[in-house]
């Protein structure tokens, strides 16, 4: 299986134009618009968060070594938030479409996460963060589903944006954002640092302490947890 073409769908440079799109076509079908701010809202601050850990890595080394745990995967969280959303909405009115819509998404953005780790772009740990970072969003966003009264060509309109998506994404027509390089900069201009941390070297740091009750002579290594000041 090519798995860019499938990570592709996970881009923000494919999701967040969808979703506003998707917003509108809602809004055409009198959905409120506080409903849809709040959808839009909640996808924003997941992008945020994602943006925020992996900032927060690259200058201090912040993150869960026993986990290999360093941030959210941005693919696996847009994925899962936008995805059963819009396949959702592509099924209509009918209460059994929606949820056969949005089970494929939650299957589709699964299928993102796992293309992230075949890749080599993020461990498990980092793609099942992603997925459970956005699960709240997309049950945010199928709540606003509920109030729609979809318009006659409704199937026309949402067919257009899925296949517009999937043509996009498989096409490989979805533009390269270098967002990790920008990631790794304010990392680096924020804490001071010469250059970014570094995984490898950031997995290998480990403390040794003392087990308690034993000579301090004797000890044991520890994987840190918390965020240090790792060493480049």
């Known amino acids: 299986m090519d798995w860019l073409l499938l990570t592709s769908l996970g881009s923000a440079a494919l999701v967040w134009p969808l979703a506003l799109a998707l917003g509108l076509v809602l809004a055409a079908e009198r959905v409120s618009l ?16 994602v943006a925020a850990t992996k900032v927060l890595f690259y200058g201090w080394g912040t993150g869960v070594r026993d986990w290999n745990l360093t941030c959210f995967s941005g693919h696996a969280t847009l994925a899962t938030a936008f995805w059963p959303v819009a396949l959702a909405a592509a099924g209509g009115q009918a209460r059994w479409a929606r949820w056969l819509g949005g089970v494929s998404g939650l299957v589709l953005a ?17 793609a099942l963060a992603g997925v459970l970072l956005g699960l709240p969003v997309a049950v945010l966003g199928l709540r606003t589903l509920q ?26 027509w979805v533009p390269y954002v270098p967002s ?21 070297r950031w997995l290998a740091r480990t ?26």
């Open 34 to 49: 506080a409903r849809l701010a709040r959808w839009w809202a909640a996808l924003a601050l997941a992008s945020l968060a």
């Open 147 to 172: 109030e729609r009264q979809p318009l006659r060509r409704h199937p026309v309109l949402l067919a257009g944006v899925v296949g517009a998506a999937f043509l996009a994404g498989l096409g490989r």
């Open 180 to 200: 990790e390089q920008w990631f790794q900069r304010a990392g680096v201009a924020l804490s001071g640092r010469d250059k970014p941390v570094n995984r490898h």
């Open 110 to 126: 699964g299928a993102v996460a796992v293309s992230r780790v075949e890749l080599q772009a993020h461990p498990v740990s980092e």
């Open 207 to 232: 403390a040794v302490v003392p087990m308690s009750g034993q000579d301090p002579a004797a000890r044991v290594p520890r994987i840190q947890w918390s965020a240090r000041l790792a060493q480049p």
